[in-house]
């Protein structure tokens, strides 16, 4: 939900931090803030608003030092005020602290360090840990004992990144939320996620949770949760620098968009063995997932149960434990991010209950990766628009690889290697779906209907469009709006309907003429003549196959989402209350 940011070295640390945060902003970006420390001088920069808007009224670039710690933030405790905005510093402006989590004991620790004679200057969680650095200081000299010490005191979920006056050094801990350290020469960085971390070193170590660490410019000490020193791995990052960035692109999610073709091919090469083995001889399994992850669960059961005998549930995270049977031997666990905190909780809850997890994500190293029995990388790189594309097709493409090794259908397999050339093909429809996003843009009410391998794409399709341009919308099974939905049919509607040709045509085309009965305004999607004969808006798509109906028909709907959010005037890559890495649960 937040991003944070450490360096420790020789470089300039504002020009670090500062170019950290905009490879975070994509996890938080309603306020920001920067400390460095020189010559035992600690100075800050923070305020509410975009990182860009922030540097052009402070510049951060003024603050000099060789450490310090950086934060962008998506408020959780407290409204999004400068007091708010990370660095917060205790009484005295000795220790300064970023935070990543929500601390569910701050109240209580609030309360006494109150009565104790601190005062606070803001309203958040974090705060309390700059005062219970504060206060653990008065009892030892010793910087890292005192931290410790301050650590063990919180519950809830934390990274932290702490920096004391008159001290070349960064005080870490790490409990839920994710936090790596970056090894240079003779400099260290701690960050929230890798490419803030690209430009400059390529090794990274992955913090445990439990974890402490105290890094100095030629050193980095790590202690487990039981205060012992501790070995952790150091892992080689293939991401590039130049792939966090936008490339020439006016968005990081039409970069994205426009990566796929490329991306299905390396996530069909994926190695999805491991998965295939745990899977092989189970009669039922679960799958549990959150947003557009949980609708690639939905495709993944469509593509397996169907014909085969082999009983898919899929759960959303934040409802796992309210309806896991908790016999399945298995639990596959779909998030790109691997950090998202319901389906962490869920991945827990049914290992605690005996259960092997397979991690199906895009970050090697991501704490589902990590407590996962088997990994299988969807291969998509780093994806920094908020909302999941390329992440989610590629989720797709490795999905339905498990789905068709797994029944046994090799010759639809082999089918699957044709998806590149049709998504060149449906990207040659960009300008069509431009020019229809400028006439839905002036709408308000969207449905998306689809049946079969389509319903899923139409849940997504809707989940694209009300992220990022903030209308109304939401997906039917078509063959439900006659149970209910119909009623709100009229002539302000538009309906989505996603018509492939299939066995589910006839049906689709008899929903379509309900929908255009009660005077909707209709977009057809598909590669059906009889379909395109029902609306004078289509988005004509190249015939596939049914296993590739998810990937074909919801990347013209990423594009028709995307443009109408830019002709909207809204961000597509930061869309409003929404953070890329939902780390609270
Ligand atoms: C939609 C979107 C979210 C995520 C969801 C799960 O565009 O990005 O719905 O799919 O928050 O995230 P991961 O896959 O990281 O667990």
Not at 73 to 79: E, K, L
Not at 87 to 97: A, G, S, T, Y
Not at 214 to 241: D, F, Q
Not at 256 to 284: C, F, G, T, W, Y
């Amino acid at each position: 939900m937040c991003g944070i940011i450490g360096y420790v070295g020789f470089r300039n640390a504002s020009q670090v931090l500062y170019e950290g945060l905009k490879a975070l902003e994509y996890r938080g970006y309603d306020s920001a803030g920067i400390a460095t420390q020189r010559q035992k001088k600690i100075k800050v920069i923070k305020d509410s608003g975009r990182i860009e808007q922030i540097h052009s009224k402070y510049n951060f670039l003024q603050l000099s030092g060789q450490v310090g710690i950086g934060h962008t933030r998506w408020a959780t405790h407290g409204g999004v005020t400068k007091q708010n905005a990370h660095p917060h510093c205790d009484c005295k402006k000795e220790v300064f602290i970023v935070h990543n989590g929500v601390i569910e004991n701050f109240d209580e620790l609030k309360m006494n360090l109150i009565a104790g004679g601190h005062s606070f200057t803001s309203e958040t969680d974090t705060e309390v840990i700059a005062h219970l650095f504060e206060e653990e200081l008065k009892s030892t000299k010793n910087a890292a004992d005192a931290f410790a010490s301050a650590i063990s005191k919180l519950s809830g979920s934390w990274a932290i990144a702490a920096m004391k006056k008159g001290q070349q050094t960064l005080y870490l801990a790490r409990n839920g939320s994710p936090l790596i350290i970056g090894v240079g020469r003779g400099e260290m960085f701690c960050a929230s996620d890798v490419p803030a971390l690209l430009p400059y070193t390529k090794k990274v170590i992955y913090l445990e949770n439990g974890d402490r660490a105290i890094l100095t410019s030629g050193k980095c000490l790590i202690y487990n949760k039981e205060g012992m020193p501790a070995e952790r791995a150091v892992h080689y990052v293939e991401w590039t620098a130049q792939m966090a960035e936008k490339g020439g692109y006016p968005h990081f999610m039409l970069k994205e968009i426009s990566e796929q073709e490329e991306k299905v091919k390396e996530a069909l090469a994926a190695d999805v063995s491991a998965a295939v083995q745990l899977l092989k001889n189970q009669k039922s399994f679960c799958v549990v997932a959150c947003g557009s992850s949980y609708y690639a669960g939905l495709v993944f059961k469509t593509a397996l149960q169907a014909g085969t005998g082999t009983v898919v549930d899929v759960i959303i995270g934040s409802e796992f434990a309210n309806l896991w049977s908790g016999k399945d031997k298995v639990v596959v666990a779909i998030s790109q991010s691997g950090e998202t905190a319901d389906t962490l909780a869920a991945v827990r809850f049914a290992k605690g209950k005996g259960a092997k997890i397979i991690a199906i994500t895009n970050v090697a190293g991501s704490s589902l990766y990590r407590e996962a029995d088997a990994n299988v990388l969807i291969g998509a790189g780093p994806e920094i628009a908020v909302v999941a594309t390329k992440s989610f097709i590629c989720q797709l493409a490795v999905l339905l690889k498990i789905a068709l090794l797994l029944s046994g259908k090799k010759a639809q397999l082999a089918k699957l290697h044709g998806l590149p050339s049709k998504i060149a093909q449906l990207m040659k429809s960009s300008e069509e779906i431009e020019k229809i996003a400028s006439i839905l843009c002036k709408r308000k009410d969207f449905f998306f209907i689809g049946r079969g391998m389509a319903f899923p794409a139409a849940l997504e399709g809707a989940l694209k469009l009300k992220e990022i341009t903030y209308l109304h919308a939401e997906a039917y099974p078509a063959g439900e709006l006659k149970h209910g939905p119909l009623s709100l049919l009229d002539e302000n509607v538009v309906v989505v309907a996603l018509a492939p040709s299939s066995q589910n045509l006839p049906k689709m085309l008899s929903n379509i003429q309900e929908c255009k009965a009660r005077n909707a305004q209709i977009v057809i999607v598909s590669d059906s003549k009889e379909a395109f004969e029902k609306s004078k808006l289509c988005i004509k798509l190249p015939p596939c196959e049914t296993e590739e109906i998810p990937i074909v028909y919801v990347i013209p709907l990423q594009l028709l989402a995307y443009y109408m959010a830019t002709k909207l005037g809204r961000d597509p890559d930061k869309p409003r209350n929404l953070a890329k890495s939902v780390t609270v649960e």
